[in-house]
């Protein structure tokens, strides 16, 4: 049977097929610092630093999906940069696609709304600190890129 879509097989294709989930975060600078937020308790990661960010949702661009995720975590009207990097992560059941966008105009002073504690470090600081493996891998050009 020719052109005919046998479903038990796309299923099962798709089950296989590794699960990716889209997740855009702000290098937000003032000056030399760069701000990061401590995860709350209750969600993964908690306790680790992280950039200001969070999971595309379906039908957003990145760009929209930062913007409402920094209103939503922050409380500031942000102005979306560049994109300064991207990459992969696998975790043991799925695996996240970050980006990194620049982020240097803003309306509004950052709050802790979704973070259980906001501060602006130098980038030199994010060596000593608990950050998640995906950003502890590409520290080197995170820190090269907050030099810059
Ligand atoms: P979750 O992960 O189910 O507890 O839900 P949320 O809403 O706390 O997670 P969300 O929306 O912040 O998703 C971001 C995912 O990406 C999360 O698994 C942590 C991971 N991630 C790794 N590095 C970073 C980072 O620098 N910033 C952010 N925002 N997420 C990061």
């Known amino acids: 049977m020719t052109g005919a879509v046998n479903y038990n ?3 099962c ?5 590794p699960t990716w989930i889209p997740v855009v975060t702000a290098m937000i600078r003032k000056g030399p610092y760069v701000l990061i937020g401590q995860r709350p308790e209750g969600h ?3 306790g680790q630093w992280e950039f200001p960010g969070g999971k595309i ?3 957003e661009s990145p760009e929209q999906a930062l913007a409402r995720e920094l209103n939503e975590e922050l ?3 942000a102005e979306i940069g560049d994109i300064q990097m991207a990459c992969t992560h696998s975790y043991p059941e799925v695996g996240i696609f970050l980006v ?5 105009f803003w309306k509004g002073e950052p709050k802790p709304v979704h ?4 501060k602006w470090v130098l980038p030199e600081e994010l060596k000593t600190l608990n950050i998640p493996e995906a950003n502890r891998r590409l ?6 890129i907050l030099r810059s």
């Open 139 to 144: 520290l080197p050009t995170i820190l090269e």
């Open 115 to 118: 973070h259980s504690e906001l």
């Open 9 to 11: 097989t796309l299923q």
């Open 57 to 59: 949702e379906i039908g």
């Open 44 to 46: 993964t990661l908690a």
């Open 13 to 17: 294709m798709a089950s296989k097929r």
């Open 100 to 104: 990194f966008f620049e982020v240097q």
């Open 75 to 77: 409380g500031i009207e």
